[in-house]
């Protein structure tokens, strides 16, 4: 059965369309949600991580292996430029089915 609200749009038809335009992931703004998801992705390769770490200087996430070179060829922060050593990083611990 159809119900219709005051403006005559079907209120089931209504309230799925408000619940999937209000719907928003960590319950944060939909322009937030693209640096919320950023931070699940290497800042070098732009995939998920296997071995996540994050840089205290830039706050970025990087795959370990690939920051490491990174540092062996710059000794600094891809992002911020201020230089870097390996003992800086910080592992992330994560659930596999949050990283992939």
Known sequence: MTTYGD??????ANKHQQ???SFSVFNV????QQTLFSMFFCAISGEPPQDPVVSPK???????????KYIIDNGADPITGEKLD???????????????
Do not use: F
Not at 7 to 12: A, L, T
Not at 86 to 100: F, G, I, P, Q, R
């Open 19 to 21: 619940t999937t335009n």
């Open 86 to 100: 390996e003992s800086d990083l910080v592992t992330v611990k994560a659930s596999e089915s949050v990283l992939h």
């Open 58 to 68: 830039s706050g970025h996430v990087y795959e370990r292996r690939l920051i490491l």
């Open 7 to 12: 403006d005559g749009m079907d209120v089931g």
């Open 29 to 32: 703004p939909n322009d937030e």
